[in-house]
């Protein structure tokens, strides 16, 4: 195909043609972002929390008369629970991954540190780990005779008598790896503000409540104190995945049977735990596929519209290229080169300003570097688009018939 | 003169009706995504108490012991620092604020128990956040001080239990007290909640939850501190608390205060009260960094906080690049249309018009599109609105067009298709009219 008269005719329609190749420029930089930002919400999406969640589900009640013993009380609550057929094993848990609402500790090295280390996600809990389905990658989990209620715990703190408490901790990976990068972290102390706390086990994943940053969302750690009934604190449920609702039903019976009196404020398996969290990227997800699907529509409604145009005014033209021997298919090509040499240094435009809009992105919404994997995926969208748009009018040019020529003068 | 353009113009447009589609459908895209977001964005952006929002101020002290470089204090105050500040009466108005969700009952009223959300809160809060009453009134200072057994519940709650009616002097039950209702709220619906706000900067964006619904009870601040032990959420603790759920004496920070200051010079002198009293507390060693103070207006405090979600600010920026390309599309739209016409024009330009004329007409053109664009974009914002009210947010019910963003949508549709026409204009007006003869 002979370039030559394409951008000669080009030079004469230099500001339409200008438009268009800037549209598409535009067009091709927003699409290779709004991919990546969906592909980005996507990943963070699929963030992996460590525990068994098709296997779990979750309540959370709240008293009625305060119980003078919460201890005994979650005590009485987790007894019952097992009892019901299908549960595999229960557990009274402070937090749920992706749960929201966080209970955190920052953390030092050193009791005399100025700024912690890190904050971290703190679960409280003896069978947690087991009814989680936690995988362990070196030590032990907490030993039953470690977990001691949440009072005994905090006046041996606040007495400074720390002998009765056994200060160990099992915490996650990602949070070893970033306290002692390569070492190992088994038999290291922390300190959650004064007290040091020995690393007895490390888990392969525990993801926090309030992961809502990539880069911290795994730093976990578990401490042997049971909490006792109270509004925050929940009972989860281990159970097999066919089982669940009727765990549930089950398990809310029972334990309103123990006790008519008492309000569920919530019985929901793990995975509406998880949808919930991810509720609003999964809409901003939707709303950029929408918004991509309606920007490659107007800009294959401008390409229709100016090919449109050119091939009406153009008419007598091609009359002349067919009355000289042109076929068909050589105006149709026509078109569709003409078309492919606009949507090509546009889609250069588009790359640059693609880079540049990611820059701002990265700066203000603390988004990744745009990989270069995106750029050949804005490219075909538009070339599609840009070929698909033309093949309407470059038809109606092909069918131009060669008498034209000779018509109007 | 424009009658006749009007004129005109609707024959151009009429004559090529796939080309003025496509441009009018172009533009109502364009301005009903641009107008959906603005509009979300000027809902959430916008001032939670207009009348006075210049003159309330949140004042803090850091309250955390622990020593290190903290640049800034805790967003919350520990209870200690924020009464004491509260006691002294240095400002206009004050009023502490904190939340607690409360197990609630009406005797008489056949509903299971709820658990709504309870704000204990001190007798300014009413006037000073211009609160609107639908039926009594807020307590008294004097009621503050008695732990007076009474509370004043929301429009949503009055309806919910009460059918709407007035219910001032029905009794409550909060957990195991009965409290008396003194006063029951018109709709009030502050966008966002602007007095439990704190924490923004760590939701790394993710501040829709700042604009869900006010609390549905209001009790005197001491009296739902006592009804409700056990039951307080920590914003944060430097230690662990002895009881959980129990705060007054708890290494805690979870008291909010505002204050009411008239004018610049009040603001200077509490700002001086402020430093005053962290350095004292310094001097008794309750306080480690007595320079952390910091006295925010409302605005700014909602500014520190980011409270407008990270999600909405580029959901605008989208939207206006998508505005962009629209208008680029219309621009090229318009430039073929009137350089199709340039023999017309000629002949016009032949028999006398001149150049501000043919370029007038072609504004017109420009925008009687935009105008037409306006009412499809009009259209398309109501259905984006209808979009974004089923979303899962909490700012949902919220976003509904208002007079002002009605005419700001056909301002826009307006402006934009001018600003589009004006190169296609310039253009046809320089078409040189002897060019132009020849070729007929």
């Given at each position: 195909?002979?370039?030559?008269?394409?951008?000669?005719?080009?030079?004469?329609?230099?500001?339409?043609?200008?438009?268009?190749?800037?549209?598409?420029?535009?067009?091709?930089a927003i699409v290779c972002n709004a991919v990546f930002m969906i592909n980005h919400r996507l990943q963070h999406m699929e963030m992996p929390t460590g525990i068994d969640e098709h296997a779990l589900v979750q309540i959370q009640?709240?008293?009625?008369?305060?119980?003078?013993?919460?201890?005994?009380?979650?005590?009485?609550?987790?007894?019952?629970?097992?009892?019901?057929?299908?549960?595999l094993d229960?557990a009274?848990v402070n937090q749920l991954p992706l749960g929201g609402s966080s209970s955190n500790?920052?953390?030092?090295?050193?009791?005399?540190?100025?700024?912690?280390?890190l904050s971290a996600g703190t679960y409280?809990g003896?069978?947690l780990a087991q009814t989680m389905g936690l995988r362990l990658l070196a030590?032990?989990?907490?030993?039953?005779?470690?977990?001691?209620?949440?009072?005994?715990?905090?006046?041996?703190?606040?007495?400074?008598?720390?002998?009765?408490?056994?200060?160990?901790?099992v915490i996650t990976q990602a949070m070893a790896q970033r306290l002692?990068p390569?070492?190992?972290a088994?038999?290291?102390?922390?300190?959650?503000?004064?007290?040091?706390?020995?690393?007895?086990g490390v888990v392969a994943d525990l993801a926090r409540a309030n992961a809502y940053d990539d880069a911290t969302a795994h730093y976990s750690m578990i401490?042997?104190?049971?909490?006792?009934?109270?509004?925050?604190?929940s009972?989860l449920i281990r159970t097999r995945p066919q089982d669940r609702q009727?765990v549930l039903?089950?398990?809310?019976?029972?334990?309103?049977?123990?006790?008519?009196?008492?309000?569920?404020?919530e019985q929901r398996t793990y995975d509406e735990v998880r949808d919930k969290f991810f509720e609003n990227d999964r809409s901003m997800a939707g709303i950029l596929v929408g918004a991509i699907a309606a920007l490659l529509?107007?800009?294959?409604?401008?390409?229709?519209?100016?090919?449109?145009?050119?091939?009406?005014?153009?008419?007598?033209?091609?009359?002349?290229?067919?009355?000289?021997?042109?076929?068909?298919?050589?105006?149709?090509?026509?078109?569709?080169?003409?078309?492919?040499?606009?949507?090509?240094?546009?889609?250069?435009?588009?790359?640059?300003?693609a880079y540049?809009i990611n820059l701002f992105l990265m700066l203000h919404y603390e988004l990744p570097r745009l990989p270069a994997i995106y750029f050949p995926v804005g490219a075909i969208a538009?070339?599609?688009?840009?070929?698909?748009?033309?093949?309407?009018?470059?038809?109606?040019?092909?069918?131009?018939?060669?008498?034209?020529?000779?018509?109007?003068? | 003169?424009?009658?006749?353009?009007?004129?005109?113009?609707?024959?151009?447009?009429?004559?090529?009706?796939?080309?003025?589609?496509?441009?009018?459908?172009?533009?109502?895209?364009?301005?009903?995504?641009?107008?959906?977001?603005?509009?979300?964005?000027?809902?959430?952006?916008?001032?939670?108490?207009?009348?006075?929002?210049?003159?309330?101020?949140?004042?803090?002290?850091?309250?955390?012991?622990?020593?290190?470089?903290?640049?800034?204090?805790?967003?919350?105050?520990?209870?200690?620092?924020?009464?004491?500040?509260?006691?002294?009466?240095?400002?206009?108005?004050?009023?502490?604020?904190?939340?607690?969700?409360?197990?609630?009952?009406?005797?008489?009223?056949?509903?299971?128990?709820?658990?709504?959300?309870?704000?204990?809160?001190?007798?300014?809060?009413?006037?000073?956040?211009?609160?609107?009453?639908?039926?009594?009134?807020?307590?008294?200072?004097?009621?503050?001080?008695?732990?007076?057994?009474?509370?004043?519940?929301?429009?949503?709650?009055?309806?919910?239990?009460?059918?709407?009616?007035?219910?001032?002097?029905?009794?409550?039950?909060?957990?195991?007290?009965?409290?008396?209702?003194?006063?029951?709220?018109?709709?009030?619906?502050?966008?966002?909640?602007?007095?439990?706000?704190?924490g923004g900067r760590f939701a790394n964006g993710d501040t829709a939850d700042?604009?869900?619904?006010?609390?549905?009870?209001?009790?005197?601040?001491?009296?739902?501190?006592?009804?409700?032990?056990?039951?307080?959420?920590?914003?944060?603790?430097?230690?662990?608390?002895?009881?959980?759920?129990?705060?007054?004496?708890?290494?805690?920070?979870?008291?909010?205060?505002?204050?009411?200051?008239?004018?610049?010079?009040?603001?200077?002198?509490?700002?001086?009260?402020?430093?005053?009293?962290?350095?004292?507390?310094?001097?008794?060693?309750?306080?480690?960094?007595?320079?952390?103070?910091?006295?925010?207006?409302?605005?700014?405090?909602?500014?520190?906080?980011g409270?407008?979600p990270g999600d909405v600010r580029l959901q605008?920026w989208l939207?206006?690049?998508?505005?962009?390309?629209?208008?680029?599309?219309?621009?090229?739209?318009?430039?073929?249309?009137?350089?199709?016409?340039?023999?017309?024009?000629?002949?016009?330009?032949?028999?006398?018009?001149?150049?501000?004329?043919?370029?007038?007409?072609?504004?017109?053109?420009?925008?009687?599109?935009?105008?037409?664009?306006?009412?499809?974009?009009?259209?398309?914002?109501?259905?984006?609105?209808?979009l974004v009210?089923r979303q899962p947010v909490a700012?949902a019910?919220?976003?509904?067009?208002?007079?002002?963003?009605?005419?700001?949508?056909?301002?826009?549709?307006?402006?934009?298709?001018?600003?589009?026409?004006?190169?296609?204009?310039?253009?046809?007006?320089?078409?040189?009219?002897?060019?132009?003869?020849?070729?007929?």
């Amino acid at each position: 195909m002979e370039l030559r008269p394409i951008l000669s005719t080009l030079r004469r329609h230099k500001t339409t043609a200008w438009l268009l190749i800037l549209e598409i420029a535009l067009t091709c930089a927003i699409v290779c972002n709004a991919v990546f930002m969906i592909n980005h919400r996507l990943q963070h999406m699929e963030m992996p929390t460590g525990i068994d969640e098709h296997a779990l589900v979750q309540i959370q009640l709240a008293e009625v008369t305060p119980s003078p013993d919460i201890y005994a009380r979650a005590r009485e609550d987790l007894a019952v629970i097992r009892q019901v057929p299908g549960v595999l094993d229960v557990a009274l848990v402070n937090q749920l991954p992706l749960g929201g609402s966080s209970s955190n500790a920052s953390i030092k090295l050193d009791p005399e540190q100025r700024q912690p280390t890190l904050s971290a996600g703190t679960y409280f809990g003896g069978n947690l780990a087991q009814t989680m389905g936690l995988r362990l990658l070196a030590g032990r989990h907490l030993q039953p005779d470690e977990v001691l209620d949440a009072d005994v715990v905090l006046k041996a703190l606040a007495t400074g008598d720390t002998k009765v408490i056994a200060p160990v901790t099992v915490i996650t990976q990602a949070m070893a790896q970033r306290l002692w990068p390569g070492a190992d972290a088994l038999g290291k102390t922390i300190y959650v503000g004064p007290v040091g706390v020995r690393v007895v086990g490390v888990v392969a994943d525990l993801a926090r409540a309030n992961a809502y940053d990539d880069a911290t969302a795994h730093y976990s750690m578990i401490l042997p104190m049971f909490m006792g009934a109270g509004k925050d604190q929940s009972y989860l449920i281990r159970t097999r995945p066919q089982d669940r609702q009727a765990v549930l039903k089950a398990a809310v019976a029972a334990l309103k049977k123990a006790d008519p009196r008492r309000v569920v404020t919530e019985q929901r398996t793990y995975d509406e735990v998880r949808d919930k969290f991810f509720e609003n990227d999964r809409s901003m997800a939707g709303i950029l596929v929408g918004a991509i699907a309606a920007l490659l529509i107007v800009t294959a409604l401008g390409i229709v519209g100016l090919a449109s145009f050119w091939v009406a005014q153009r008419r007598r033209t091609i009359g002349v290229r067919r009355a000289l021997g042109a076929t068909r298919r050589n105006i149709l090509n026509y078109f569709q080169t003409e078309n492919l040499l606009l949507a090509t240094i546009g889609i250069v435009l588009g790359m640059v300003l693609a880079y540049a809009i990611n820059l701002f992105l990265m700066l203000h919404y603390e988004l990744p570097r745009l990989p270069a994997i995106y750029f050949p995926v804005g490219a075909i969208a538009l070339w599609l688009i840009g070929q698909l748009a033309v093949l309407g009018p470059a038809l109606r040019a092909a069918a131009v018939p060669p008498v034209v020529a000779t018509r109007s003068v | 003169m424009f009658t006749y353009y009007l004129d005109l113009a609707l024959r151009s447009l009429k004559r090529n009706k796939v080309l003025t589609a496509l441009m009018v459908i172009a533009i109502a895209v364009g301005i009903g995504a641009s107008m959906t977001t603005l509009t979300v964005m000027h809902l959430l952006s916008g001032d939670p108490v207009p009348t006075r929002s210049g003159t309330l101020f949140y004042p803090q002290v850091d309250g955390n012991p622990t020593p290190g470089d903290f640049k800034q204090p805790l967003d919350v105050m520990d209870y200690q620092s924020a009464v004491d500040l509260w006691g002294a009466h240095r400002a206009d108005a004050q009023t502490l604020v904190v939340d607690s969700p409360v197990r609630l009952s009406a005797p008489g009223v056949n509903l299971p128990t709820l658990m709504p959300s309870m704000l204990s809160t001190t007798s300014d809060f009413f006037p000073m956040f211009d609160v609107p009453f639908r039926y009594g009134s807020g307590w008294s200072a004097d009621d503050d001080a008695r732990h007076a057994r009474v509370a004043v519940i929301s429009d949503d709650l009055n309806h919910k239990l009460f059918g709407g009616r007035d219910s001032v002097g029905q009794v409550l039950r909060l957990r195991d007290t009965d409290v008396r209702i003194v006063g029951v709220l018109r709709p009030w619906r502050p966008s966002p909640v602007f007095y439990t706000v704190a924490g923004g900067r760590f939701a790394n964006g993710d501040t829709a939850d700042f604009y869900g619904k006010t609390q549905d009870v209001f009790t005197p601040f001491f009296t739902g501190l006592e009804l409700n032990d056990g039951n307080f959420q920590q914003f944060t603790c430097w230690h662990m608390p002895e009881r959980p759920g129990h705060l007054q004496n708890s290494p805690c920070a979870w008291v909010r205060l505002w204050v009411q200051l008239g004018d610049a010079g009040k603001v200077a002198a509490y700002k001086q009260f402020l430093d005053g009293y962290a350095a004292q507390q310094a001097a008794l060693g309750r306080i480690v960094r007595p320079q952390n103070t910091r006295l925010r207006s409302l605005m700014q405090w909602l500014d520190y906080n980011g409270v407008v979600p990270g999600d909405v600010r580029l959901q605008t920026w989208l939207a206006f690049a998508f505005l962009a390309i629209c208008l680029f599309n219309m621009i090229g739209l318009l430039l073929a249309k009137f350089l199709r016409r340039s023999g017309e024009i000629g002949v016009r330009r032949a028999l006398g018009a001149s150049r501000g004329a043919v370029f007038a007409q072609c504004l017109v053109e420009a925008g009687l599109v935009g105008l037409i664009g306006g009412i499809g974009g009009l259209g398309l914002t109501l259905l984006g609105l209808w979009l974004v009210r089923r979303q899962p947010v909490a700012y949902a019910d919220l976003a509904h067009l208002d007079v002002s963003m009605f005419v700001a949508t056909f301002v826009t549709a307006i402006a934009a298709s001018l600003l589009a026409g004006v190169l296609p204009a310039f253009r046809a007006s320089r078409v040189a009219p002897g060019l132009q003869l020849k070729t007929l």
